[in-house]
């Protein structure tokens, strides 16, 4: 989001295009400055005053967010998030490598999992302890930086085709998630997977098996189901039990 008319720092063209382009996107928030809201020494004053410049920045473009991402998924102070009537926001990512703690190792397990096209994990949203839906990331959508250059297009393909067929088969979410300037790194395949990709999505929808929804349409989606949600009995985990077909959310930050 902008705060100044430098085109190229703050991109208010891009988010122009957003608001006018078909089909409707929704616009969440990534933060306003990219503080670590999980980190020690981000205070309760600094998250606040962020999240506060995020929603005002938001409004001055005729925007109401009720959607947060956290940059890194590292998340905390979800109080404010609930305080300034955000709904939703994605959690930390559920793939397997995330438990190691080592960061190299972990790195390592990722380009392993990426090289033999593990089926990524779907998920079902829950209501945290603040009352807010909580719908985790599933797969990173990777650029072609470093390493990552020798994964071919075709496994980020597989990988994703594998977590929609899972979210279907189980009936829960798949969240697939990037950032844009990742396609920088190779546009013309980077692109050309996705366009696979979005090509076997449209496949599942006209067959009536997968549902495409922002987040904002899933909390939407799951609070007008979900009876525990109605009765306000939070930080419960619940089975999509009235969800006959998977879910797939699409995400890019700008951030």
Known sequence: LFRSEDPIWYGRDILDKILTAEPK???????????????????TECAWADILESIKTARDLGVYLSSFVFPRNSEG???????????????????????????????????????????PKTSSPYIDEHGLINT??????????????????????????KGICRAIKKGEVFHMWFHPFNLASDPEGLLYGLEEIFVYVREKMDR????????????????????????????????????????????????
């Open 208 to 255: 009536g098996l997968l549902n495409n929804c922002t987040m904002e349409e899933l909390y939407r989606k799951y609070t007008a189901d979900n009876w525990y949600y109605n009765l306000r009995m939070v930080h419960k985990r619940w089975k999509m039990s009235s969800c006959k077909v998977g879910i797939i959310q699409i995400a890019d930050y700008l951030a």
């Open 77 to 119: 102070h979800k109080g404010i998030l609930k305080k300034y009537g955000f709904k939703v926001y994605r959690g930390g990512g559920n793939e397997w490598y995330n438990s190691i703690k080592s960061r190299r190792l972990r790195r390592a397990c990722h380009i392993l999992d990426e090289l033999l096209c593990i089926s």
């Open 25 to 43: 996107h929704e616009i969440a928030s990534h933060s306003f400055s990219h503080i670590i809201f999980g980190d020690p020494g981000c205070s």
């Open 136 to 161: 985790l990331g599933n797969m990173l959508y990777l650029s072609r930086l470093g390493v990552r250059r020798f994964i071919p297009i075709s496994n980020r393909i597989l990988k994703a085709k």
